[in-house]
């Protein structure tokens, strides 16, 4: 039973545009959630957070929407830039262990 | 201030030999996590650890994984016996006491012969 989904696995966008990942969950109890970005052979690297309490969070080029009613969050890059390139996961967190999806190959064309 | 670090980051066995892998967490991080992912698959939550105290390991399959986190030294993760469905990418992640965010390290690549 996968808690967290991310149901793109790719997504392709031009350079300078925005991309939106979007990421569900089932459980209700996850009361924070993350967004971690990760290349080839290396370790997943921390993006951004959202607390269950809020529905926005900004930085710099990386905002993530959080709609509790529809248990759904987003993860918006705007402009897209090709390091960008990368597969991005979603994560939520249950009594402080994380639960990933399987995450979202993003590739931003030149 | 250096990140998690984890070594080896290539390590190869043969079905039946003892594996272990090794976490410094970041300077100050006194949590610390186990997670695995197969290939296609996003990280599994395996074991959580403070220093000397083993706090939630609801994801280690319950034969042949240990882990450990001593009062002086890197946590260790062990798996006895491996078997070829134990390669995959082992990543420790650390955070601070009260903390939300989790730090990962670069993650061992452990394969199975």
């Known amino acids: 039973d996968q808690q967290v989904k991310q149901n793109s696995p790719s997504l392709s966008v031009q350079e300078g545009r925005i991309s939106i990942l979007n990421c569900d969950y089932t459980n209700s109890m996850f009361d924070y959630f993350l967004w971690y970005k990760k290349y080839p052979a290396e370790g997943p690297t921390f993006l951004i957070s959202?607390?269950?309490?809020?529905d926005k969070n900004e930085d710099g080029r990386f905002t993530v929407f959080l709609n509790k009613s529809a248990k759904h969050l987003s993860l918006h890059i705007v402009p897209s830039q090709p390091g960008d390139s990368a597969v991005y996961f979603c994560a939520a967190r249950a009594s402080e262990k994380l639960v990933f999806g399987k995450g979202t190959k993003l590739t931003v064309n030149p | 201030n250096a990140g998690v670090m984890q070594n080896p980051r290539h390590l190869v066995r043969r079905r039946g030999q003892e594996a272990r892998l090794r976490c410094s967490p970041m300077?100050?991080?006194?949590?610390v996590y186990w997670y695995r992912q197969l290939p296609e698959e996003g990280l599994k939550f395996m074991v959580y650890l403070q220093k000397e105290n083993i706090i939630d390991e609801s994801g280690m399959p319950k034969e042949r994984f240990s882990a450990e986190f001593p009062k002086e030294g890197p946590s260790i993760l062990r798996i006895q016996q491996v078997v070829r469905g134990d390669s995959a990418a082992y990543f420790c992640a650390s955070s601070l006491q009260g903390e939300n965010e989790q730090f990962f390290g670069p993650g061992t690549r452990l394969t199975v012969l």
């Open positions: 300077k100050g991080h006194s949590h």
């Open positions: 959202i607390s269950s309490i809020k």
